[in-house]
């Protein structure tokens, strides 16, 4: 499983990065963008409640809900006061 999920989170962040670039300058991200991005914060959310409950590894808890508040901030940013089409 441990696999799996640095896979998910490369591919999230892959396709955090390769749109951040193409709409940058227009600062409205699509639907699908956002909804990536959304779905990420969800992600780290579950990730660092499992590691939580575990408690055996508090500093990686902490780094994936770290993350998740980054996400959030980034779809406040551009998903919501960006009004994404």
């Known amino acids: 499983m441990k696999i799996r999920q640095i896979f998910i989170i490369s591919l999230l962040l892959t396709l955090f990065a390769s749109t951040n670039g193409v709409f940058a300058n227009d600062k409205k991200y699509p639907k699908k963008a956002c909804k990536g991005i959304y779905d990420s914060i ?3 959310v579950k990730i660092a409640d499992a590691i939580w409950k575990k408690k055996n590894n ?3 808890a902490v ?3 770290q993350a998740a508040a980054n996400y959030a901030t980034i779809y406040e940013t551009v998903c919501r006061k960006g009004k994404s089409h």
């Open 42 to 44: 969800g992600l780290f």
């Open 63 to 65: 780094l994936y809900s």
């Open 58 to 60: 508090d500093k990686k």
